[in-house]
């Protein structure tokens, strides 16, 4: 029987044309790929490639890498730039370690992230090159937040508290005090808005962070606390939010807050988005971070520079002021090639000579307790003096490998009952203490 | 054999791309895998994640949220695609430009379009808001902080994206028309109204459940747009099973739960695509024998 083949014998199947449009084609990928995957380097350089987000002010950070690779011009710095949000940040830096990325060497760490980057294997301990009279210099709350078991994962490089930035101009107009309470806050408020709105301003009370995702665990713990109440109890560890102070607090918020003297869009907006209407001068009182000084005081970005002022959060009758605190902390990656560069670079970030400068040109605030006795510092914010106080009280959010999981129940049920005005916080706060409890239970 | 060959590579693509990550994520979702404590190890849990899965509201909620959001999505961009692709469909000048610019929405990048909407629907510079109240910002509404319009925003933006994408799909079921059957319908005095129930829609159905079975399942995988406008809040009321399957995994390292939605959301899609396929296999070939 004749042999049959897919193809007339004239055209037999052109092995010859595939062989060389497969060579061709190898070639143009082999041109393609390493074009893109490496780049041109000076083989005599080591490059540290430093996870960052989106900062508010770019030009300092262009300034202080320029700055480290003229003084170190053996290491190159290559920036990966995130997302501004924290939460997005933690996603997109969690998936390059999850899968042992050695592209990452130095990487920021939100105050919250230390204790899963160090269970998870992700962070290098640093006892051996971050000695104990090393840490000594800093604030003792960023460096607590760094410890996970007896070891250290990060070192701090700017603290972050909530605090209340109000418009002097105003509230000196219609003859207050910076509020102490949160009831003489929501009180200033409205007469300031209804004054102004007479004269046809276009004025909200308030403006915070109040959006489902990790500033809105910040912003409420701020009442919570400040209310004698806890989100977890700091002696037991178990959850605290179904207790009456806490529930009040929260009731407090739904009515006069969001529901009150707040702007409309409050339950969409992050730092961004909050401070926005600040700066226009549509905004009475405004919930931030201690970055925010600088924005308003901007007179490029802001309407209302040199008309801001910023006091201690308020809290309520009975309590105590608290901020949550923040801050962000260096990390190095237990996949880095480069560790020795990479601390190098860790060491000159975390300096006196460059906190000093982001302090002064980014509004960030020190983690080393020496500069809040700079005279150049405490020139250009005389508040600084003030707020190391709160630096020194910001209270932590719960320390737990599994955070994330705690953060993502506490946003789903802040963000339910400050939203839906006819949920019943106490029976919401106990359905979130079980779901937390059985995530607890599983460190236990 | 040399057939065999020939489809091998094709088989081994999809194999690895295809095959291999559903296996993988049924085999997580079989485990307890929490990234952040590898001291628990992996136990295997046989379906422990399973029974958890459905004893969870929130996973409940976000899959009536899934449905919801592809039922509207779907009916609306059936009924916007059928009315775009009947206008296109006609003669006149300047078809080509209309047609092209039909496309431009689905062209666009998700996230780019996403984060537009974003902007449309803001509390302060939104045009949305300029549309409806001008200058008059005392009326101003945060469309995205109120849990309905967060979800009808999110609903508009998609509806907005893929409705040429029905179009598309639907105009090329209407090119197959043939003229001579209007023209038939004409001298026998049929109305416009009489020839488009009676040609045009029995005639376009094949094409019309098509574009449906796409847009299901695709509607069904929303992600980008939650993620982009609202991150699934307020409340959670646009928190989707693929968001909320997102989180698990991303954000709260639950390897073995996450899988498990994502597990659900195949199964889910695989459903739909064997009921739609069932009816337009026999719608088809009904016809034809």
């Known amino acids: 029987m004749q042999k049959r083949y897919f193809f007339p014998k004239s055209q037999r199947f052109p092995y010859g044309a595939l062989a060389r449009s497969l060579v061709l084609l190898g070639l ?45 011009p053996d290491i190159t710095i290559e920036r990966e730039v995130g997302p501004h949000s924290s939460t997005a940040f933690h996603d997109l830096l969690t998936q390059k370690l999850k899968n042992k990325s050695p ?23 640093l006892n051996e090159l971050f000695s104990a009279e090393e840490q000594e210099q800093f604030l003792h709350g960023p460096v607590i937040a760094n410890i996970y078991k007896d070891k250290i994962y990060g070192v701090p490089l700017f603290i972050d508290s909530g605090m209340l ?33 007479k004269k046809g301003a276009d004025i909200y009370g308030f403006s915070g962070q109040f959006k489902q995702y990790e500033g809105l665990v910040c912003n409420m713990l701020e009442y919570i606390l400040s209310n004698n109440g806890h989100i977890l109890n700091p002696d037991t560890g178990n959850p605290e939010i179904a207790g009456d102070p806490a529930v009040r607090a929260m009731q407090f918020v739904r009515d006069n807050i969001v529901g009150g003297i707040a702007t409309g869009g409050v339950l969409t907006y992050e730092e961004p988005e909050s401070i926005a209407p600040f700066i226009e001068g549509k905004v009475v009182f405004h919930r931030n971070w201690p970055y ?36 962000w902390q260096l990390g190095i990656s237990n996949y880095s090639r480069n560790k020795d560069a990479a601390w190098k670079f860790v060491q000159f970030l975390t300096s006196e000579r ?20 700079d005279a150049e510092i405490l020139g250009r914010y005389p508040q600084f003096s003030e707020m190391k106080d709160v630096f020194l009280t910001a209270y932590p959010r719960p320390r737990s490998p599994l955070y994330p999981a705690i953060s993502n129940t506490l946003q789903r049920f802040f963000s339910k009952i400050i939203t839906d005005p006819h949920s019943d916080i106490a029976r919401e706060a106990k359905a979130a203490s079980r779901e937390i409890e059985k995530i607890l239970a599983l460190t236990r | 054999m040399f057939a065999l060959s020939l489809i091998a590579p094709c088989f081994l693509f999809i194999l690895t791309f295809a095959f291999y990550p559903i296996a993988y994520s049924f085999f997580l979702s079989l485990h307890r895998i929490i990234i952040s404590l590898p001291g628990l190890e992996q136990p295997f849990i046989w379906f422990g994640n399973y029974k958890e899965l459905f004893h969870d509201k929130i996973a409940l909620q976000s899959l009536v949220n899934t449905f919801l959001f592809v039922f509207t999505t779907t009916f609306f961009e059936l009924l916007f695609g059928l009315a775009i692709a009947l206008a296109i469909n006609k003669h006149f000048r300047g078809r080509g430009i209309v047609r092209a610019a039909v496309l431009i929405p689905w062209a666009i990048p998700t996230v780019v379009a996403s984060q537009m909407w974003r902007f449309i629907f803001n509390d302060t510079y939104g045009l949305l808001n300029y549309a409806f109240f001008g200058s008059d910002t005392a009326l101003y509404q945060a469309w995205l902080a109120d849990p309905l319009f967060a979800f009808l925003a999110i609903v508009a933006a998609d509806v907005w994206k893929t409705s040429s994408f029905a179009a598309l799909i639907i105009l090329a079921g209407l090119q197959t028309i043939p003229d001579e059957l209007y023209d038939a319908a004409k001298i026998d005095g049929a ?17 019309l459940l098509i574009a449906l079975l796409f847009r299901t399942m695709d509607a069904f995988r929303v992600f980008d747009l939650v993620f982009v406008m609202t991150q699934g809040g307020p409340a959670d009321s646009t928190n989707v099973l693929q968001f909320y399957g997102y989180k698990k995994i991303f954000a709260e390292g639950l390897m073995g739960y996450g899988s498990t939605i994502s597990v659900l959301v195949f199964f889910v899609t695989l459903l739909i695509s064997l009921l739609y396929l069932k009816m337009i296999g026999t719608r088809l070939f009904g016809e034809r024998s």
């Open chain 1, 28 to 72: 143009i990928l082999s041109l393609l790929f390493p074009a893109g995957c490496t780049r041109e380097k000076k083989s005599d350089t080591t490059t540290v490639r430093f996870v960052t987000w989106k900062p508010n002010q770019p030009a300092v950070w262009d300034e202080i890498v320029e700055l480290f690779e003229k003084e170190h």
């Open chain 1, 103 to 125: 592209d990452v060497d130095v990487f920021f760490m939100d105050v919250i992230w230390p204790p899963e980057f160090a269970a998870a294997g992700w962070a290098m301990p």
């Open chain 1, 165 to 197: 930035f109000y418009r002097k101009d105003l509230l000196d107009r219609y003859g207050f005090n910076p509020p102490k309470t949160w009831d003489e806050m929501v009180k200033q408020a409205g007469t300031i808005v209804a004054g102004e709105s």
């Open chain 1, 292 to 327: 925010a000084w600088e924005v308003s005081n901007n007179p490029e970005r802001s309407k209302i520079a040199g008309k801001v002022a910023i006091t201690q959060l308020p809290h309520f009758s009975g309590g105590k002021s608290y901020a949550t605190l923040g801050g």
């Open chain 1, 354 to 373: 460059i906190q000093k400068l982001l302090a002064l040109n980014a509004g960030l605030a020190p983690t080393r307790k020496a500069l809040y006795g």
């Open chain 2, 191 to 207: 109305t416009a109204w009489q020839r488009f129930v009676k040609i045009t829609l029995p005639l376009v159905k094949p094409a």
